[in-house]
């Protein structure tokens, strides 16, 4: 049985050469990566089972660059804060839902919005957070108009969260942002999915696929660096938070973000989980930490002010 993983093993080196040898075949090779990468996820969108003291409200907004968004609020009978939640790539508002319950026992509102080319949302590309900056500006906005006067914070996931770090000054309207399993920078993150997550022969591709992403997508990869754009939030309390088996966001990713903004963040390090599982793994730990981090800079700030 040896036999035949050798051999895969070795067609899957050996491969790309030819192709690269052609001209037409490495670009058209490397065009649909960079498709493969950034493709609409179109995920039907399913009512959620949730406890039946919670109420769920469809939402919908429309980004500066005249993208419309659908989403939801789910809020329990008095809500005393509102808490947005941003999705990871190739997710949806769904995959958010089951921190629902918890947040509304603790008191909050939970929005959730699909992201641009994410479940009923509009758009046709992903770009990993970059654009969908746009998206997190245009929710923050709808909070503050929708919500005025009340606590609000401001939950990102992978994709989500480098949303969030793009935002820069939209953000900077939240009272706390806890930003999970954020990568590094977007080269970094890419080089690191080669041969976990992406197939090894990728690399033979990497610099066209690179190139014709930043045409597709209107922007230069090296810009879309959360490390270089952490800072914009250093007026918000932020809470890092990642796992310890995340080969995307490593914990010393986290620890070098949190270093870029020492006077308003913190950082934690869930045991045993990787780059999708950090609430799921994370159990009593997780809900602590965010907790403490949300009542802290929430409402004992607001006690403190009044």
Known sequence: MAAPSRYANWFH??????????????VAVAYTISHWLTHRTAIPITLPSLPHDLKLESLETTTDDKVRLHGWCIEPLNPRATIVLHHGMRECRLHMVDRVPWLAQLGFRCVIFDHRAHGESEGHLTSFGWHERNDALAIARFVV?????????ALGRSMGAAALCYAGEAARSYDAIVLENLYLDLAMAFDSRIGCGYPGWVRYFRHAVVWITEKRLGMRIRDAAPIARIADLASTPVLLLTG???????????ERLAAQIPNSSQFAVIAGAGHDDVFSRGGETYQRLVMDFLERNLFNAMSHAA
């Open 244 to 254: 310890s088996e995340d080969l995307h966001a490593t914990p010393e990713d986290a």
């Open 13 to 26: 080196e050996i491969w790309p050469v030819p192709t690269i040898a052609t001209g037409v075949g490495y």
């Open 145 to 153: 108009q929708r919500w005025p006067g009340q606590p609000r914070a």
